[in-house]
C-alpha cells in the first residue's frame, strides 16, 4: 500500500502478489480492495508501503474506520503537541483547504512567552471574502476541537514551495499572533490596564492585535487563562469578576463597562506561611481527619492513579523522579497528628522521607495467572490504610508484566490530593523521568506558595465578616425551599452504608464530543456545563422527579498561584435543578450555567459551615458529577473497551459520574454501590447517558 507525502494513494492489494496499483480515494478516504479481508496492518500510529512482500513505514499517519476505509491524518514529522493534547496539523490543512476561498494551508506550532504552544495557520486564498479570518475559525471549530483551531492565521500570496513543489516549512515567516481585522485602541486608563492584563496572560506583545473588541478566546484564551486572567483583574482593581460575566462580555469594552460599575471586593493575596513546627489544617482535612480517627482502617479516601509504561524501565530513574517530586511539594511530606488535642500537619524535610516502594516481576506467569495476579496486586496496592500520622501519605508499586510492558501505580490519601494533584503528580513524574532516562534532569518553575500556606489564606478568609456574611446570605437563598431527596430506581433494597463499589467504564466518541463543545460555544457555556446539565435530565428521566438535586465537584483553585500545587482543595457543591420536560434545551443549560456559575462564587466557604451556622442539617445527597479537563492532563487507560473494575475503596455516592475529557473523545466512569445496583443496571444508565449525549449533539 502506498500513501503520497500530500494524501494521494496508489495502488491495492491483491494478494498472492502483492502487487500496488490502484486505491479508490474520497477526501483522503482509502477503500481497500482486499478480497479475502486477511491482510492487515496497523496504521493507528504510521501508514506503510506493502510492495513484494515487504512492509516499508512511509512517515504518514492513518487510521482505519468501522467501513473498512483508512482515513489519512497527516505527517508523522508533523505532531504537535498543544495545552497537553498531541495533534495532527495535517488534519487542521485538510479542513483548512475544504473551505471555498482557501488554495494551500499549512499549520504550525509556536510557543509564546510564557511557554505555551499554540497553533498558526499561513494561508493562500483563491479570493479574500469579508471577516476571512473569523470565517475560517468558525469553519473549523464547526468540524474540530477547540485545541485544534489556530488561534494565528497568517495570510499570504502564496506559500513557499521547495525545488520538487513541496511547501516549503523552514521559509514561513515564524508563527506569531497577527492584528485583528478591526483594531480599536483602549479610550482610557482602565482598558489600557485590561489590556496590558491580556497580553501578559495570552503571551501577545504585538502591537494592534489586542483591541477592546477582541474576543479573548479567539485570541487563544481557554479555561485555564481565564481564571488567570480574572484573579489578575481582582488583584488589579479589586473587583472579582465571576465567570458568567466573562463568558458574556469576553471583550475590554465589555469587562470595563463591568469592572467600572461593580462593587469592590478587596483582594487577598495566598502568602508565605512564617516557618513553625507545626501548621493549622484546612476546613476539608478537619472533616478527613475526624472520619479516620473514627476508623483508622478506613480505606474510603485511598486516591490510586495508574500509569502503563511502554518501555524497559529505568528503576534508578523512578526512584530519582519520585524523590525530585517529593522535595517540590511539601503535601508529599506532610503528616498529621494531635497536639494538646487539636489535629496539626507536620512537615517532614525531604532527606528523611523515604517512599515505600514495590517493585513485581509477574512477567514469567502464564496469561491467565498473570492478569489474575497483576488484578490482584491493582487492587491490593489501592486497598491498603495510611496512618496519618506516618509521612509520606503515598505509596509506589511498580509491575511488570511484559519485557516492555509496567504498572507504575501511585496511591495516597485524599487528605493531601485531589483529582487536580493526581494529574500534576503523573505529568512532573513523567517529564521528570523521561529526563533521567536521557541523562537530562527537568528543571520545573519554582512554587510560589505550598498548601500550608493556602490553610493559612482560607481559615483567614472564613472567619471574614464581610466574606461569612455575603456567604450565609447566599446559600441561605439556595437553601430555601429545601433540598428534595432524589429517588433513583434500585435493583435491591441493600444497606446504602455499607459502601462497598464498583466502576464501570465507557466512552463517548470523539464527534459527539465535538458537537457537544460546539454546542456549549454557541451558548457561551462550557463543556462541562453542557454534559452536567444532561446528567440533570439523566436523573430526571430515572427518578420521575422534576427538581434534582445532586453534587458538582469544584476545584477550589480559583487563586492563580494554587494551579501547580498538590493538596486537598476540591468542593463538593450541591446544585439543585428544576427539569421541565416541556423545556427547550437551550433554556435549561442557560438556567444550569448562571445557577453553577453564581454558586462558584461562593463554593471557598463550605456548604457544611454555611448549613451549619443557618442550623439546618446536611441533605441526603446520592448523586454526584464530575469533570476533570486539566489543561495538559495525560490519559491513562488501558484500552476503549468497557468494562466493570472492584472499586475496593468503595463508593461514597449512591451513583457517581467522572468525566475526562482526551482527544479523541470522553472517558466516563461510572462509580456505584453494589447494594444497590447490578452491573447490566449501570451499563443501561450509562448507555441511556450516551444516547442523550448524541441526541442532544444533533
Known amino acids: 500500500m502506498c500513501i503520497g507525502g500530500e494524501g494521494v494513494a496508489r495502488g491495492y492489494l491483491n494478494r498472492p502478489e502483492l502487487t500496488c496499483e490502484k486505491f479508490k480515494i474520497i477526501n483522503y478516504k482509502l477503500k481497500i480492495k482486499n478480497g479475502s479481508g486477511a491482510l492487515r496492518a496497523d496504521l493507528h500510529h504510521s501508514s506503510f508501503i506493502i510492495h513484494h512482500s515487504k512492509l516499508y513505514c512511509t512517515g504518514d499517519l492513518a487510521r482505519w474506520l468501522s467501513s473498512g476505509d483508512i482515513e489519512f491524518l497527516g505527517r508523522i514529522d508533523t505532531q504537535v503537541k498543544i495545552r497537553g493534547f498531541r495533534i495532527e496539523v495535517g488534519e487542521i490543512e485538510n479542513r483548512l483547504l475544504s473551505h471555498e476561498a482557501v488554495k494551500q494551508a499549512v499549520v504550525m506550532a509556536g510557543e509564546d512567552a510564557g511557554g505555551d504552544g499554540y497553533l498558526c495557520a499561513y494561508v493562500a486564498l483563491h479570493w479574500k471574502p469579508p471577516e476571512i479570518i473569523s470565517q475560517l475559525q468558525k469553519h473549523l471549530a464547526q468540524r474540530l476541537p477547540d485545541y485544534m483551531v489556530p488561534s494565528s492565521f497568517v495570510m499570504l500570496e502564496a506559500l513557499p514551495l521547495t525545488a520538487n513543489g513541496k511547501i516549503d516549512r523552514r ?10 481585522e478591526h483594531y480599536i485602541a483602549p479610550r482610557n486608563s482602565l482598558e489600557e490596564k485590561l489590556v496590558e492584563i491580556w497580553s501578559q496572560v495570552l503571551s501577545i506583545d504585538a502591537p494592534g492585535v489586542i483591541g ?161 495476579q497483576r488484578e490482584k496486586l491493582i487492587k491490593e496496592a489501592a486497598a491498603a490504610p495510611f496512618e496519618l500520622n506516618k509521612a509520606p501519605l503515598l505509596r509506589v508499586a511498580v509491575i511488570k508484566w511484559e519485557a516492555r510492558r509496567f504498572d507504575l501505580l501511585m496511591t495516597m490519601h485524599h487528605i493531601i490530593s485531589d483529582g487536580w494533584s493526581m494529574e500534576i503528580l503523573k505529568n512532573e513524574f513523567i517529564q521528570s523521568y523521561e529526563g533521567y532516562r536521557n541523562n537530562n534532569e527537568i528543571t520545573f518553575a519554582p512554587l510560589t506558595v505550598q498548601y500550608k500556606d493556602f490553610t493559612q489564606y482560607q481559615n483567614t478568609r472564613l472567619a471574614n465578616p464581610v466574606f461569612k456574611k455575603n456567604a450565609l446570605r447566599f446559600w441561605q437563598g439556595k437553601a430555601a425551599g429545601g433540598f428534595p431527596a432524589l429517588q433513583l430506581p434500585v435493583d435491591t433494597d441493600g444497606d446504602r452504608s455499607a459502601g462497598a463499589g464498583a466502576v464501570y467504564l465507557c466512552r463517548a466518541p470523539g464527534d459527539i464530543m465535538n458537537s457537544l463543545k460546539k454546542l456549549a460555544d454557541d451558548n ?93 442539617s446536611y441533605p441526603d445527597i446520592v448523586a454526584s458529577f464530575n469533570m476533570l479537563n486539566i489543561p495538559g492532563a495525560i490519559a491513562v487507560e488501558e484500552n476503549a473497551n468497557s468494562r466493570h473494575l472492584e472499586k475496593p475503596q468503595g463508593a461514597k455516592f449512591d451513583l457517581a459520574v467522572f468525566v475526562s475529557e482526551y482527544k479523541d473523545g470522553v472517558g466516563l466512569q461510572w462509580h456505584y454501590k453494589n447494594a444497590l445496583f447490578k452491573p447490566g443496571t449501570i451499563e443501561s444508565i450509562a448507555q441511556l447517558y450516551l444516547e442523550f449525549l448524541a441526541n442532544l449533539s444533533q
Not at 521559509?171 to 485583528?180: R, S
Not at 480505606?299 to 526512584?319: F, G, Q, R, T
Not at 422527579?545 to 500545587?565: F, K, M, N, T
Request: include cysteine; hydrophobic fraction near 45%; aromatic fraction near 10%.
Open 524 to 616: 457561551h457555556t462550557t463543556l462541562t456545563i453542557v454534559m452536567f446539565s444532561i446528567f440533570n435530565i439523566l436523573l430526571a428521566h430515572l427518578s420521575n422527579q422534576e427538581d434534582i438535586v445532586c453534587s458538582l465537584i469544584g476545584a477550589g483553585r480559583d487563586h492563580l498561584s494554587l494551579h501547580h500545587i498538590v493538596g486537598y482543595f476540591t468542593n463538593s457543591i450541591i446544585v439543585k435543578t428544576h427539569v421541565d420536560p416541556e423545556e427547550d434545551f437551550d433554556h435549561l443549560l442557560h438556567r444550569v450555567h448562571a445557577d453553577v456559575m453564581e454558586i462558584f462564587q461562593y463554593q471557598d466557604f463550605p456548604l457544611e459551615l454555611a448549613l451549619d451556622e443557618l442550623q439546618m
Open 171 to 180: 521559509a514561513l515567516p515564524a508563527p506569531g499572533i497577527t492584528a485583528g
Open 212 to 372: 477592546i473588541d477582541a474576543d479573548f478566546f479567539q485570541l487563544g484564551g481557554h479555561s485555564l487563562k481565564a481564571t488567570m486572567m480574572l484573579s489578575r483583574i481582582h488583584e488589579t482593581f479589586n473587583v472579582r469578576v465571576p465567570m458568567p460575566g466573562l463568558f458574556k462580555k469576553a471583550t475590554i469594552r465589555g469587562l470595563s463597562e463591568y469592572i467600572a460599575g461593580a462593587e469592590q471586593e478587596v483582594y487577598i493575596p495566598i502568602q508565605a506561611a512564617e516557618k513553625k513546627e507545626y501548621y493549622e489544617l484546612s476546613f476539608h482535612q478537619q472533616r478527613l481527619w475526624i472520619i479516620q480517627a473514627l476508623d483508622e482502617m478506613n480505606i474510603s479516601y485511598n486516591m490510586p492513579a495508574h500509569l502503563i509504561l511502554d518501555h524497559l524501565l529505568d528503576e534508578a530513574a523512578v526512584k530519582k523522579s519520585l524523590n525530585k517530586i517529593i522535595e517540590r511539594h511539601e503535601s508529599l511530606r506532610t503528616r498529621f497528628a494531635e497536639k494538646d488535642g487539636v489535629p496539626y500537619q507536620f512537615i517532614e524535610p525531604a532527606a528523611t522521607v523515604e517512599i515505600p516502594f514495590q517493585w513485581v516481576d509477574i512477567s514469567a506467569l502464564g496469561p491467565q495467572e498473570k492478569e489474575r
